[in-house]
């Protein structure tokens, strides 16, 4: 586990911090300007803080008095840019980190590309690849530093589409596979509900909300950190039938995504159709969320104020939550 308490000034940003991420992986939140870049370098090692401390199980890595070198950290760290170096190929990245680790990889070069689907373009430049193949190479190489803890910021900026739901899938098999901890950066809710077990919130240079990833998102802090066509709610992976077969950790269900029914539906071609009770409703402007509570766990559905009415919507009722597939 990480335990982080992180103090800094830097012109007129202010950064106060102080958060834990548990041993799985660990989205850290927030729109940009938040901090969460500097957070990833402060637990590094690459930024010197001003007061607070850094510890990673039971190692201090920061503390008043003590500052570990980045390089002694045992903690890995992918940038948006893969920062390989280019006049080497693939296998020279690979070998140059296996070289510098500090502890012995309990892994070989070879099944590290495997795993990557690296083998091949092994011999290949590293200014030859693609972007989702530098990514790749990039991930490995951080692997084969033998980190205790593997910190990426904005991983997923560079990829879409495909490629960016490929890449979350990886990386969330490498995390299920080598069990290594992980804190992700990103402001985005669909990567970091693919993605996370655990998140911590960030704006303006505080930590707003942290815990699990269910509970946690579904707090109004965090609710006000998104947009109001992101408002919705994390459901785990399993529970939902979706577009895309993944090994992702929650799909995030949007409020507009969702369809209410005051009787059981007959004859659609949706996939996930949940019944539950109304919980809450919050009116808006010219609409109100509802939430309902469904044995796929708690889902918000935006409707009009007309629909409200018709359906004689009320906490207490029972209704039904309709997701097409396509929609996730």
Not at 202 to 219: E, M, P, R, Y
Not at 225 to 246: C, I, K
Request: a positive charge.
């Amino acid at each position: 586990m990480l335990d982080a308490a992180i103090a800094l000034q830097r012109g007129n940003f202010s950064l106060d911090v102080c958060f834990s991420a548990p041993a799985g992986v660990t989205a850290l939140f927030g729109p940009s300007g938040a901090g969460k870049s500097t957070v990833l370098a402060a637990i590094a090692g690459l930024v010197r803080i001003d007061s607070g401390h850094v510890r990673l199980g039971e190692r201090v890595l920061t503390a008043p008095g003590v500052s570990v070198p980045a390089h002694e950290r045992e903690v890995g760290v992918v940038f948006q840019e893969a920062r390989l170096f280019p006049h080497l190929s693939v296998r020279g990245n690979l070998e140059y980190a296996r070289r510098r680790s500090p502890a012995p990889a309990p892994f070989e070069i070879a099944d590290v590309a495997r795993h990557f689907d690296l083998a091949h373009i092994f011999e290949r430049p590293v200014r030859n690849l693609s972007g989702g193949e530098r990514s790749r190479v990039a991930l490995a190489r951080s692997l084969l530093a033998a980190p205790k803890l593997l910190l990426l910021d904005e991983p997923f900026a560079a990829l879409d589409g495909r490629r960016r739901r490929d890449f979350i899938a990886r990386l969330r098999r490498m995390h299920l596979t080598f069990a290594l901890p992980m804190i992700v950066v990103t402001h985005q809710i669909d990567d970091a509900a693919a993605i996370a077990d655990h998140v911590v919130a960030i704006n303006g240079g505080s930590v707003v909300a942290q815990g699990d990833f269910v509970h946690t998102t579904a707090l109004p802090d965090f609710q006000n950190l998104l947009d109001r066509r992101d408002a919705g709610v994390a459901v785990r992976s399993e529970r939902v039938f979706h577009s895309t077969s993944t090994s992702d950790a929650h799909v995030w269900v949007r409020a507009d995504q969702v369809l209410v029914a005051a009787t059981r539906p007959q004859g659609l071609s949706a996939r996930n159709i949940w019944q539950g009770r109304v919980a809450s409703i919050a009116v808006e402007d010219n609409a109100a969320l509802v939430r309902i509570e469904t044995d796929a766990g708690s889902v918000l559905s935006r409707v009009t104020r007309e629909a409200l009415q018709e359906l004689d919507l009320r906490p207490g009722a029972t209704g039904w939550a309709v997701v097409k597939a396509h929609a996730l």
